[in-house]
């Protein structure tokens, strides 16, 4: 089963990316910051990670940049997903390394479509 990891300081956001990822088959981990998930990774090996990148503590740039460093978790696909939606911030979040990029609010199709993209390239036969 593919496993996703939804990073948002938001308790309202991460609830409603859970209930949809899981509503569409898919495993879910939650953490509400950067650090909380970098901490995760270490101990988890999820196929996604969904971030935000307003929260405290560590951004969800810097997670990514995290993600992509490291020899254990570079291979994972990263979206990005916030309310930052200019061309700037889309921009800058895929220099980070970022695998995908889309803007809250979104509507559940978008979200399931850009993560069966990032996942396509590593669907196993």
Excluded at 36 to 47: E, F, G, I, K, R
Aim: aromatic share 4%; hydrophobic share 40%; proline share 5%.
């Amino acid at each position: 089963m593919t496993t996703v990891l939804v990073v948002d300081d938001s308790p309202t956001m991460r609830a409603m990316l859970t209930d949809l990822l899981r509503r569409s088959g898919l495993e879910v981990l939650e953490a509400e910051d950067g650090l909380v998930a970098q901490n995760m990774l270490m101990n988890t090996s999820p196929d996604l990670v969904i971030t935000d990148i307003v929260m405290p503590r560590m951004n969800g740039y810097e997670l990514c940049r995290w993600v992509k460093n490291d020899l254990k978790t570079k291979h994972l696909p990263v979206i990005m997903c916030s309310t930052k939606g200019e061309a700037f911030d889309r921009h800058w979040g895929m220099r980070q390394g970022g695998d995908g990029y889309i803007t809250k609010p979104f509507n559940s199709s978008e979200m399931l479509e850009l993560i069966r993209q990032v996942l396509k390239p590593r669907a196993k036969t």
